[in-house]
């Protein structure tokens, strides 16, 4: 659980970073973009200390998630603004629906694992809606960009538990 949730939340590091180098600071939605990532990190910060606490080894696929988030955020922000928001929903959709997956796993056996995977899933849906409001959905192909998103997640997701 906690290496796929480390490999999650750097991978979403990773798609910001990706996205901040395209659009950089010119267009407004690079300040939310920057404070989401501020956000990312201090997950993925949580997670990278609790591995080493419970001697639990990283995903073999870090460096590959290193190269592929970026490579999603720079294609969806030279897409415009708001395909990288899109990105964002897709994203963020699954992270949504792969934490709560955890809780009802969990249900109160860690509660402070529990307590703090509830914590950063309400960011994360934070983060979704903040990325709707930025028009996400009006970026051209939107259905079909952000099923394409998901699958990969779903995929990502899968190979973090057993790689």
């Given amino acids: 659980m906690l290496r796929v949730d480390l490999a999650g939340e750097f991978g979403a590091s ?87 997956e955890q809780r009802d796993a969990l249900a109160g056996s860690e509660p402070e694992l529990e307590a703090t995977i509830a914590e950063f899933q309400a960011e994360e849906v934070e983060h979704r809606d903040t990325a709707l409001a930025h028009g996400a959905e009006s970026t051209p192909g939107y259905p079909l960009l952000s099923a394409i998103i998901r699958a990969g997640c779903r995929t990502a997701i899968a190979a973090a538990r057993r790689v």
């Fill in 14 to 100: 990773r798609i910001y970073a990706g996205q901040l180098a395209v659009l950089g600071n010119r267009h407004p939605a690079a300040a939310e973009i920057a404070r989401m990532q501020q956000q990312e990190q201090r997950h993925l910060d949580w997670f990278d200390a609790e591995l080493v606490k419970r001697r639990v080894r990283p995903t073999a696929l870090q460096p590959f998630w290193n190269v592929a988030g970026f490579a999603l955020g720079a294609a969806t922000a030279l897409l415009g603004p708001r395909a990288a928001m899109a990105c964002t929903v897709a994203v963020e959709t699954e992270i949504d629906r792969h934490y709560q």
